[in-house]
């Protein structure tokens, strides 16, 4: 009986420390960010602490950076903002979001994340057919030159940048127009701060 016991205790510390990792301790840790020397930028778009392959989550506490999860969206800039701060984040700005897409710090790198020529299904644009939000990373091609995934479709994402009384988002969607023309590393789009949906995503951003 006392075996027994003694089994029963660690199967559930085993379940208790698995559901700990799922909860979201890999939410804080660095390796989610990419070291861009002045600057961190997450490796993935924003998640949700309990999101999972096939459920976006529920939980608003904090932005995560992890592999394999559906984004959040359904945001509007305000909580985004709100979502990074709460993990020691914040939005990114322009030039910081552009060089992690075109893999070269300043001016100058590829239009798209994985090159200078359009790949319809590389990246989760309206070309991918998929027509909905993929878990991050799903697109393993889809990486740029610094390791950042999904810069390019999947959702859009919301940056600190400022567009006329608007917020500038950035990298198109999957349910954007068909052909290139969001999906490129240097395209802007303004868009009102109250704005939501559910191919608008955001991404965070993090000082040294
Ligand atoms: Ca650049
Ligand atoms: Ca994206």
Redesign the pocket.
Same mark, same amino acid.
């Given at each position: 009986m006392a075996l027994r016991r003694k089994s029963w205790i660690a199967v559930m510390v085993a379940a208790l420390f698995m559901a700990g990792l799922g909860l979201g301790l890999s939410c804080s840790k660095r390796n989610e960010y990419i070291d861009m020397g002045t600057y961190y930028i997450a490796i993935y778009e924003a998640s949700r602490p309990d999101a999972t392959a096939s459920s976006e989550g529920g939980d608003s506490s904090r932005a995560c950076s992890r592999s394999g999860v559906l984004p959040w969206v359904n945001v509007d800039w305000n909580e985004a903002k709100a979502a990074c701060e709460a993990a020691g984040a914040r939005l990114c700005n322009a +030039?910081e979001w $552009? +060089?992690a897409c +075109? $893999?070269?710090? *300043?001016? *100058? *790198?590829s239009t798209y994340p994985y090159g200078n020529t359009y790949r319809g299904s590389t990246c989760n644009g309206s070309d991918a057919g998929k027509e909905r939000a993929v878990p991050t990373g799903f697109m393993s091609a889809c990486v740029s030159g610094f390791g950042a995934y999904d810069m390019s479709g999947n959702v859009s994402e919301w940056t600190n940048e400022s567009s006329g009384s608007g917020r500038v988002i950035r990298g198109g969607s999957f349910d954007g127009a068909s052909g290139s023309g969001y999906l490129a590393?240097a395209v802007e789009v303004g868009s009102n701060p109250s704005n939501s949906h559910d191919s608008k995503g955001f991404r965070c951003c993090r000082d040294k």
């Amino acid at each position: 009986m006392a075996l027994r016991r003694k089994s029963w205790i660690a199967v559930m510390v085993a379940a208790l420390f698995m559901a700990g990792l799922g909860l979201g301790l890999s939410c804080s840790k660095r390796n989610e960010y990419i070291d861009m020397g002045t600057y961190y930028i997450a490796i993935y778009e924003a998640s949700r602490p309990d999101a999972t392959a096939s459920s976006e989550g529920g939980d608003s506490s904090r932005a995560c950076s992890r592999s394999g999860v559906l984004p959040w969206v359904n945001v509007d800039w305000n909580e985004a903002k709100a979502a990074c701060e709460a993990a020691g984040a914040r939005l990114c700005n322009a +030039d910081e979001w $552009g +060089d992690a897409c +075109d $893999g070269v710090k *300043g001016s *100058g *790198g590829s239009t798209y994340p994985y090159g200078n020529t359009y790949r319809g299904s590389t990246c989760n644009g309206s070309d991918a057919g998929k027509e909905r939000a993929v878990p991050t990373g799903f697109m393993s091609a889809c990486v740029s030159g610094f390791g950042a995934y999904d810069m390019s479709g999947n959702v859009s994402e919301w940056t600190n940048e400022s567009s006329g009384s608007g917020r500038v988002i950035r990298g198109g969607s999957f349910d954007g127009a068909s052909g290139s023309g969001y999906l490129a590393c240097a395209v802007e789009v303004g868009s009102n701060p109250s704005n939501s949906h559910d191919s608008k995503g955001f991404r965070c951003c993090r000082d040294k």
